[in-house]
C-alpha cells in the first residue's frame, strides 16, 4: 500500500483506460503536471492534504491527441477554403484560432498535431507560443508551419495568371528543397508536412509531385535536425515514394492497397486516414448520409481502411479537423469504430498510437508514474458506446483544470 502525502488530486471513477488497457476500480495521483500513481483505488491511500475528484458511471483516460488538424482553418461549409486562404487576414484568422484551440481542449484533446497553416504563414507557430505562455488555453501542440508542395502543383488555382496569388503552402524544387526544410525548421516547425502527391493530373486525379529524391533530401535534411518528415499521400505512388524516402506518418491514404499497407508496415509507418474530412466534404456537396446510396469515395475510403486494419498497419487518429468544426474532434474515433476498428483500439489509436508516432511516447499517451499530468474524464463507457467520448466531463492539461 502506498501512503503520499503532499498537496495532489486523487482522480477516481468507475474505470480507467490506461493508453492500452481498461481497468475497474483504479485511480490515479497526481502530483503537480506529473502522475505519482496509478491503480486500483484501494492501493492509494491519499492524505486529508489530497482534493479527490470522482465522477460515477465515468471513465478516467490519458488525454485525447488529435493527430491532423488545422487550426487555421474553419467548415468549408461556412467559408470555402480560397476565401479563407486569399481573402482572410493572417491575424484575423489567428484570432478565430484561438477559439478552435480552446474547443479542442474542452473536448478533452490535450495534445494536438498540426498539419500546416494553410497560407497564414507560421501564425501556428505563434498560437502554440501563445498557449505555452498561457496567454491562452488549447492543447499542447505540435505544429508543420507552412508545409511544403511542388511548384505548380497546388492551390488556390484558377485566377489570372497575371496577379501573383497566395499559396496554400510554400513551394520547393529540386536542390531549393534544401534551403526551403531548413528555413522552415527554423521558423518553428516541429516537423516538415510535405505534399507527396496533389490533384494536378491531367483529369484532376491525384498525382506525385515530388520525386523519390527530393523526397529523400527533404527527409535527410529534417532527420539531420530531429525532425521527421510527413506526407500528404493519396495515389499508390505517392504514398510508395515518401514512405521509401522515410515518411513517419501517410496521411490520408485514400487509394491504398494491399502493397502499399505491407510496405507501411514494413517500414513501421503510421497512417492517418483522416475519414472525417471525406465524409464531411461529401456532406457538404450534398451527400445526405444514411438516406442516400454511399457514394464511391466513401466506399474506396472503407475499403482503404479495412486493408490497412487487416494487414496490422499501426492506424493513428486524426481527422483533418478544420474542414469541419474544432471540439467535434470525436467524430473521427466515431468513424473508425463504425469502418470497422474495436472501441479499444480506437482509444489507443488517440492516445498511445498518436504518442508513439508524435516521439512523444514518455510523457503522454499513458496514466503511468512519471508522465504527463494530461487526464480527461468521459461519462460513460466508449468500449460500449465511442459517442460517450463526446460527453466529456473534466479535462486536466500539465496539472491544471480547465474543464470540472
Known amino acids: 500500500m502506498q501512503v503520499f502525502s503532499q498537496n495532489a488530486y486523487l482522480i477516481t471513477a468507475d474505470r480507467l483506460f490506461d493508453g492500452e488497457q481498461m481497468h475497474q476500480g483504479w485511480s490515479v495521483l497526481v502530483e503537480g503536471s506529473k502522475i505519482v500513481a496509478v491503480g486500483p483505488t484501494q492501493q492509494i491511500v491519499p492524505s486529508c492534504n489530497y482534493i479527490t475528484i470522482h465522477y460515477p458511471n465515468s471513465t478516467i483516460s490519458p488525454g485525447f491527441i488529435e493527430g491532423h488538424t488545422h487550426m487555421l482553418l474553419y467548415p468549408y461549409n461556412i467559408t470555402d477554403w480560397d476565401t479563407q486562404v486569399l481573402k482572410e487576414t493572417d491575424a484575423y484568422r489567428t484570432i478565430r484560432a484561438t477559439i478552435h484551440a480552446k474547443n479542442t481542449l474542452l473536448a478533452g484533446f490535450t495534445t494536438a498535431r498540426d498539419l500546416g497553416s494553410e497560407g497564414a504563414g507560421y501564425s501556428d507557430v505563434a498560437l502554440k507560443k501563445a498557449i505555452n505562455d498561457n496567454m491562452i488555453i488549447g492543447p499542447s501542440m505540435l505544429v508543420a508551419g507552412r508545409a511544403i508542395v511542388a511548384t505548380g502543383s497546388y492551390g488556390p488555382k484558377g485566377y489570372d495568371d497575371d496577379q501573383t496569388i497566395m499559396l496554400g503552402a510554400e513551394p520547393a524544387d529540386g536542390n531549393n528543397v534544401y534551403k526551403t526544410v531548413r528555413d522552415q525548421i527554423g521558423k518553428g516547425a516541429d516537423f516538415i508536412k510535405v505534399y507527396a502527391d496533389y490533384r494536378w493530373g491531367l483529369k484532376g486525379d491525384d498525382q506525385p509531385s515530388f520525386t ?130 474495436s472501441p479499444i483500439e480506437v482509444l489507443k489509436a488517440a492516445t498511445s498510437v498518436n504518442a508513439k508516432a508524435f516521439h512523444l511516447e514518455n510523457e503522454i499517451g499513458y496514466l503511468k508514474p512519471g508522465w504527463t499530468s494530461d487526464i480527461i474524464i468521459i461519462n460513460g463507457n466508449p468500449l460500449m458506446d465511442m459517442h460517450t467520448i463526446r460527453n466529456i466531463q473534466w479535462v486536466m492539461k500539465h496539472g491544471v483544470i480547465y474543464k470540472n
Open 212 to 341: 523519390l529524391e527530393e523526397l529523400k533530401i527533404i527527409n535527410e535534411v529534417a532527420k539531420s535536425s530531429g525532425r521527421g518528415f510527413v506526407a500528404h499521400a493519396k495515389s499508390k505512388e505517392g504514398m510508395r515514394r515518401a514512405i521509401l524516402a522515410g515518411a513517419e506518418t501517410i496521411e490520408h491514404g485514400d487509394f491504398l492497397d494491399a502493397d502499399i499497407a505491407a510496405l507501411m508496415k514494413q517500414h513501421h509507418v503510421t497512417f492517418f486516414p483522416t475519414l472525417s474530412a471525406v465524409e464531411k466534404i461529401t456532406e457538404y456537396k450534398g451527400w445526405q448520409k444514411g438516406i442516400q446510396t454511399t457514394p464511391s469515395n466513401i466506399l474506396n475510403k472503407k475499403r482503404s481502411f479495412k486493408l490497412a486494419l487487416d494487414a496490422g498497419v499501426q492506424i493513428g487518429m486524426g481527422g483533418d479537423v478544420g474542414v469541419y468544426a474544432h471540439g467535434q474532434n470525436a467524430l473521427e474515433m466515431e468513424l473508425m469504430v463504425e469502418y470497422g476498428m
